[in-house]
């Protein structure tokens, strides 16, 4: 079996939706300081082109909340696999994600960080796969591209870890 990776969304789509998402983040946030807080691993390209499309001032932080094993689907098992090194009390927190799938996640990061009183807290996706959602009630304020069931590499997603470092998403298929 060979793995075969189809474009989904170009360098250059994602570049122009990134603009775009930034435009509207900095125009949202206007008067504010955002808070980021990447989602390691698949979130750090997203993170780091869309921050520098952001005009308002910004802070980061990261944290790693893994959900997936090596395979294709998600496990549903969910670890603190590295926490915030800043408190977000008073903070107006946006979080940067990859993609939003299943929604475990995002739902048991998201709970955790409210629990730690942010002035405010909302989510950034630069995927969003509404027919893998398994939890329900996510709300997602900025979605870059709202993608069908299939299994997305690239641009920071992975599979088995690879495939993170290409310039563009695209759809990974097995073949003989
Ligand atoms: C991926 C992705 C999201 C999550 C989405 O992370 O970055 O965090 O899965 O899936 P869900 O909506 O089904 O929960 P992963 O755990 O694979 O870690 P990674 O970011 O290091 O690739």
Not at 139 to 163: H, K, M, N, T, W
């Amino acid at each position: 079996m060979s793995e075969h990776v189809r474009v989904l969304f170009s360098e250059e789509q994602v570049r122009e939706r990134i603009a775009e998402m930034g435009q509207q983040i900095s125009r949202d946030y206007e008067g504010k300081q955002i808070h980021v807080i990447c989602a390691l691993k698949g979130g750090v390209m997203f993170m780091c082109d869309l921050a520098k499309c952001i005009t308002v001032p910004l802070t980061m932080d990261f944290m790693s909340v893994s959900s997936y094993g090596s395979g294709t689907t998600s496990s549903g098992i969910v670890k603190i696999v590295k926490d915030l090194d800043e408190s977000i009390e008073g903070k107006d927190v946006l979080v940067v994600e990859d993609i939003v799938d299943t929604g475990r996640t995002l739902s048991h990061l998201l709970g955790m960080l409210q629990q730690r009183n942010p002035k405010s807290l909302q989510l950034c996706t630069l995927l969003d796969k509404p027919s893998g959602r398994v939890v329900e009630g996510i709300e997602v304020a900025y979605s870059g591209f709202v993608i069908p069931d299939c299994f997305v590499v690239g641009y920071g997603l992975d599979y088995d870890q690879r495939y993170r470092n290409l310039p563009f998403v695209g759809i990974l298929s097995f073949e003989d």
